[in-house]
């Protein structure tokens, strides 16, 4: 019973990491691939096991959800909250592998940033990038632990009824 949904959650949270470490390596044409992702690993470990674990964990709730028939919409709020902070996440921290050498290609996104939203708020974005990808962070476990809350109560609520 618990078998699909640890699987399915293996598989989901290893191509969040394998798709992280892809963009690094597409954006990177400076270096070779294993020192592009070495490098990332180097400044971003956290960031990249955290997605990872984060989205493993989320899909493992719903698929968990599922299998119990509970009905407490972790499907759309895992979509819709998880892609949105992981997306918010890798984007921040791929600023701060700029420096490195990787990522070039993010240089000219942060080119283009202040004229989307302006100079100081592009600043502060820039300056602060390694705090809002952990935020990001505590964003995507804030989502699967409130998808856990939801499953429990829904649970206990069966049991009562």
């Not at 699967?144 to 429990?152: N, Q």
Request: proline share 3%.
């Amino acid at each position: 019973m618990i078998a699909k949904p640890v699987r399915k959650a293996i598989l989901v949270g290893a191509a969040t990491i394998v798709v992280y470490l892809l963009v690094v390596v597409a954006t990177t044409p400076a270096l070779e691939p294993l020192a592009a992702i070495s490098a990332a690993f180097q400044i971003n470990s956290i960031v990249i096991f955290g997605m990872g674990i984060g989205i493993g964990l989320q899909i493992f709730l719903s698929e968990k959800s599922k299998l119990l028939g509970c009905r407490i919409d972790a499907k759309k709020s895992a979509i819709s909250g998880n892609s949105g902070s992981t997306a918010m996440t890798s984007f921040f921290s791929f600023f701060s592998l700029v420096p490195l050498g990787c990522c070039g290609w993010w240089l000219y996104a942060l080119s283009l940033l202040p004229s989307v939203v302006g100079t100081g708020v592009s600043a502060v974005l820039i300056e602060h990038s390694q705090a809002l990808a952990y935020l990001g962070l505590v964003i995507i476990f804030g989502f699967a632990g409130f998808t856990a809350y939801k499953l429990r109560r829904e649970q206990r609520i069966r049991q009562i009824a």
